[in-house]
C-alpha cells in the first residue's frame, strides 16, 4: 500500500471533460436515475432504430439474463466508419507502425478503412459467410486484423480472435468449440524481427477441424506458405476482384458481436460473448471518460489484438468516437527499450495505455532509455491487467511522464468489455496502486467468504451487484456454465474472481485473483489448463500448478509435476515438458519452475491443498507459513516437497 496521494493537476481540473464534482453528479445520476441516463448516453451511438428500453439484466436464476437496448437497432461497423466519412473523412483512423524502426508506417484514413473493410467484408460473403457465422482470425498486429474485425461486424459475423502466439493445438480448441466455418489469417507474424509461422500453425490446426470450409490469408511478410485448392484464398487477390461497397447489416443491440476465449479457475477456456450495442457503448464511453478522450488526439493502446484490451481500445472504442488509432506490430523492447517511447515521438502521440510487466521490464532497463526521448506531447499514461506496484506507478509517472501526466489505471476483465474502475484525469485525485473509483453505473461491492456486503473500509471479494452494458452476455455454448461461474458463488451478484481492499476515501485496490487463475506478464492463466497440458505427456502422472511473485511478470507458473512409476527425474524431461507446455498451449504458459514430486499434498479425501503448494512456491517454507498439515493423508509429502524446492 502506497500513502502518497496526487491530485488533478490544475491544467486538467480547468479543461476536462469532467471535474471532481461533475463525476460524482454523473456517478449518482447514473444509479438513480439509470434508465433516463443510459437512453442518454446511447444517443452517442448511430442506431438505426434508437433503443427504447435499457436494463432488462437479472442475475437471479429465475429469470437469468444480461439484456441492454434490446429493441435497438445498429451496425458497429457503421458506428465506427461510415459515419466519421462526412466530418473526418481524411483523417487517418489507423495509423500502424511497424516491428522494425527501419520501415515506413502506414496510414489510413477513415475513407480508406471503409473501403478496406468493405472489400473484406464482400470476400468473405463470396466465401460464405453469413450473419451469425463464427469467423476464427488468427493474426498479427497488421491493419488487416482491424479490418477483419470490421469486416466481421459489418456483415453480422461473429467474430473469435485467437492471440498469434497460441499454439496450432489451442488454436483448434478454439476453433471447435464455437464450430468456425472460415478462419483468417496472415502467411506470418513479426515480432522483434522473428517470424511466426501462423498460416502453417492454421494448417496444423485445420487437420482436427472439419467445420472449416474457407482460409482467407492475407499477405503480411511475402513469406513461403502452401496454399490448399479451394480451402485457401489470398485477401488481395479476393479483394481486387469484389465492389468496393458493401451495405452494413442491421443488427440488433443483442446481436452477437464477437467471442474471446478466456482463462477461467476450470475447465478449457470459455468463449466470452459480447454483444453489438452495450459493449461498443461500454467501449466508446470509457475511452473517452477515462482518457479524456478529444477529437485530434493521438491515441495508442499498446495491447495486442488477440486479447480484449486489443478489441476494446485499439479497435472498437477508439473508432467509435473517430479517433487516430495507432496500431503497433512490435514489442516494447525492440530493438532498443527506448522503441516505445520513440514511437510515441515518431507519431506524436497523446496517450499510451500499456501493461504494468512492459513497465516493470522497462524499468530494469535504467531510466536513459527512456529521458533520451522528448516525450513531450504525452499528456495521459494509462495502464491495465494487473495490479500495479507503487514503484512501477511512481516510475512511469516521474520518469515517463515527468510528473506532467495523470496514470489511468484501468481495473476490468475480457466479461466486463471494457473499463469498470478507473479514475478520470480532472475528476480523480491518485494513489498509486489503487485503480480509484468506478465509472457510471458500475456498484462495485466488497463481500466476505460467506457473501456478506462490508461496508465502509474493508478487504474481501469483490463483485458487481447490477448489470452495466458491456457486460459478457453468455458463455459460447454453455448458458449454464455463464450462471455457475459468476453468479452462484455469491447469488445475485457478479462475481469477478479477485480479490479487492476499499480504504477510508471509498477507493478500490484489486489485490488480485482469489481462484485459481493466474496473471502472468498481463496474461490471464487457468493453472487447470497447464495443468491438463502437463497430463497429457506420457511420463506424468499428476500436475499441480499454482502463481508465484515474479518482479517482472508480476506472476510466474510454478508446476509441480508427479512422473509415472517407470520415468525418472532428469534436467531432460523437464526440458521437455517445459517444451511440450509451449505446443499444447503457447509460449505465454512456459512453467518458469518445474519441480518433480513423488507425492502432492492432498487431503484424505483427495482434494490437492493448493494453499501449501502456492506457500512452498512463495519460498515460504516454515512450519507457521505452511500451516496446519495434519489433515493431510500423508504429512511427510510435504517435508518432501520442501527439502527438494526448485527454482
Ligand atoms: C487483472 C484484462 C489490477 C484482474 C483487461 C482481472 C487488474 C484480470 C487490472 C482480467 C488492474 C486487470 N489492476 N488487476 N488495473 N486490470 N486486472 O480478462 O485480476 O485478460 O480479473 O482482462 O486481470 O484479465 P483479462
Known sequence: MSDDFFPVPAVWAKNALLDLEGRAADYKRSIEDGHAYWLERAKRLDWITPPTKTDESSFEEADFGVQWFADGELNVSANCIDRHLATRGDQVAILWEPDSPEEEPRRYTYRQVHEEVCRFANVLKGAGAKKGDRITVYMPMIPEAAFALLACARIGAIHSVVFGGFSPEALAGRIIDCDSNIVITADEGRRAGRKVPLKANVDAALDEC????????????????????????????????????CPPERMNAEDPLFILYTSGSTGKPKGVLHTSGGYLLWAALTHELCFDYRPGDIWWCAADIGWVTGHSYIVYGPLANGATTLMYEGVPH?????????????????????????????????????????????????????????????????VVGEDRCPIIDTWWQTETGAAMIAPMPGATDLKPGSATLPLPGVVPQIVDGEGQVLHGAAEGNLVIAQSWPGQMRTVWGDHARFFQTYFTTFPGKYTTGDGARRDADGYYWITGRVDDVINVSGHRMGTAEVESALVLHESVAEAAVVGFPHDIKGQGIYAYVTLNAHDEPSEELRKALTAWVRTEIGPIATPDVIQFAPGLPKTRSGKIMRRILRKIAEGEVSPQALGDTSTLADPSVVEHLVANRAG
Open 334 to 398: 525492440w530493438p532498443t527499450p527506448s522503441r516505445i517511447w520513440e514511437v510515441v515521438d515518431r507519431h506524436q502521440v497523446h496517450t499510451i495505455f500499456t501493461a504494468p510487466t512492459a513497465l516493470r521490464a522497462l524499468m530494469r532497463e535504467g531510466d536513459e532509455f527512456v529521458t533520451r526521448t522528448s516525450r513531450q506531447s504525452l499528456r495521459l499514461l494509462g495502464t491495465v491487467g494487473e495490479p500495479i506496484n507503487p514503484e512501477a506507478w511512481r516510475w512511469y509517472h516521474h
Open 210 to 245: 472439419t467445420s472449416v470450409k474457407q482460409v482467407i490469408v492475407v499477405k503480411a511478410t511475402g513469406g513461403q506458405v502452401a496454399m490448399k485448392d479451394g480451402r485457401d484464398l489470398w485477401l488481395h487477390e479476393e479483394a481486387a476482384r469484389v465492389p468496393a461497397d
